[in-house]
């Protein structure tokens, strides 16, 4: 690999890297950096808020596991965009990209129809727009099914919850309205009940090959199971490196 831009330093971004907690969970940092060394190149972990860190003396950040970023997203993108346009560092991935990867609403957006990309179908709600539950009622109505989840458009609200279409609407609105102020918005999703007993699969492809796929299961919250109107959280089912090591279902 040849050396990138005006220099060879790159950085991984995390969140703390003097947290041992989280520098346990990034092991594969080192390894990372060892790879990235032999081919010529200084890698080096940092915490995206270090006030310490001369962010002018890289050519390249990785985004790597700044998990603090959904709870502080303005702080965050602020930081991405002087980054790139303050210190001329290369940020993969780009900070149009993470805007967009960062809410969901993309979900809601046309691309997918356009190049026929099957989404299980999605409508977001606008409460500061009022009369919520005539919303709420529009959009069930819309993805046309007989249970919904709501879920919030960021990672800061990682609860989802399940309702019947023949719900109090009224009351799921008030829930939508909690939601949407915790997360910056809030959207209404058909309910796939596969995923509630399977898990869901994300399968990982580098260039038209099979790199890795992980495995979230669903969990449901203490005393509200997630199967009748109850809250759900998404838990680890696993990581395979290989095709021929997916669980019997998914392979």
């Known amino acids: 690999m040849a050396a990138v831009g005006r220099n060879t330093r790159v950085a991984l971004i995390v969140d703390d ?88 609403r993309y979900l809601c957006d046309q691309c997918w129809n356009a190049n026929q990309v099957r989404v299980v179908p999605t409508r977001q709600l606008d409460p500061e727009a009022g009369d919520v539950d005539r919303q709420l009622a529009q959009a069930v109505r819309a993805i046309g099914c007989r249970s919904f989840i709501l879920k919030g458009a960021t990672d800061q609200h990682r609860d989802h919850f399940r309702f019947h279409a023949d719900a109090d609407l009224v009351a799921v609105a008030a829930e939508a309205e909690a939601t949407a102020e915790s997360s910056g918005g809030v959207l209404v999703q058909q309910f796939v009940e596969p995923a509630s007993e399977r898990g869901v699969l994300s399968v990982v492809v580098i260039d038209g090959a099979f790199s890795h796929a992980t495995l979230r299961l669903a969990r449901a919250r203490p005393n509200q199971p997630s199967g009748e109107g109850g809250g759900a959280r998404e838990g680890d089912g696993g990581v395979f490196p290989r095709a021929r090591d997916l669980p019997r279902e998914w392979s």
């Open 17 to 104: 890297a003097r947290n041992t907690i989280i520098n346990q969970m990034e092991h594969d940092n080192t390894a990372l950096e060892d790879a990235l060394n032999m081919h010529g190149l200084e890698a080096f972990t940092v915490a995206w808020d270090d006030k310490s860190v001369d962010w002018s003396s890289f050519a390249l950040a990785l985004l790597r596991t700044p998990y603090s970023y959904a709870q502080r997203y303005a702080e965050f993108r602020e930081w991405m965009l002087a980054l790139v346009n303050v210190h001329g560092v290369t940020l993969h991935n780009p900070p149009q990209l993470v805007d967009w990867a960062s809410n969901r």
